[in-house]
């Protein structure tokens, strides 16, 4: 084996052909909650990321007072994917979190299936605008409270912060770990099979 051959990364394994329900999921909430640490862990490929170092201009801008340590920022959007089974594939795209980078969110939102609300306890306020948005274009989404050891919360108690209603699925997360970030989509597709097979009944 030659050199130039030897350096050549390795090929990703293809999509198997049975492979015929491609979902298109966002993950959307505050700045700094772990959107891109989501979907960095739970995608099968390498994700496509717009990362880029934050900026003495940017601490003016976005608020960095609750989220101290974090030197890079997403400034359009976090593409990855994964395979749930051999039949569903889900399509992920990370949302910016910043209110700046807003504008993106319609458009990122056409042809979206449903989401996820990565929230941070400590700063639920942060999460208003994901699920305004969410419930304006009329997306179906749950609710992940990613751990970041700060205070805890009552199920109850996020449930009134954030004026959700019952149906919608609320569940605990690390966004670090593979299983955990794939136990909160699996948790999404089963929300969307319960609302389409309501919906079907009626």
Known sequence: MDSATSDRPAARTPLGRSADNGLKIVVVGGFGVGKTTM?????????????????RA??????VSAIQGKTSTTVAFDFGRIALNERTVLYLFGAPGQE?????????????????????????????YAIDRLEHHGTPFIVAR???????HTAEQVRDALDLPEHVP????????????????????????ALSTAQESR
């Open 39 to 55: 979907v960095r862990s739970v995608s099968d490929i390498r994700p496509l990321n717009t990362e880029e170092v934050m900026t």
């Open 100 to 128: 700046r980078f807003w504008f993106l969110w319609d458009r990122l939102f056409a042809g979206t299936l449903g989401a996820v609300v990565l929230v941070d306890t400590r700063r639920l306020a942060d999460s208003w």
């Open 58 to 63: 940017g601490e003016r801008v976005d608020d």
């Open 146 to 152: 990613n751990d970041f050891g700060g205070p805890r």
């Open 170 to 193: 609320l569940i605990d997360c690390d966004a670090r770990s593979r299983p955990s970030s794939k136990n909160v989509l699996i948790t999404l597709v089963e929300h969307l099979h």
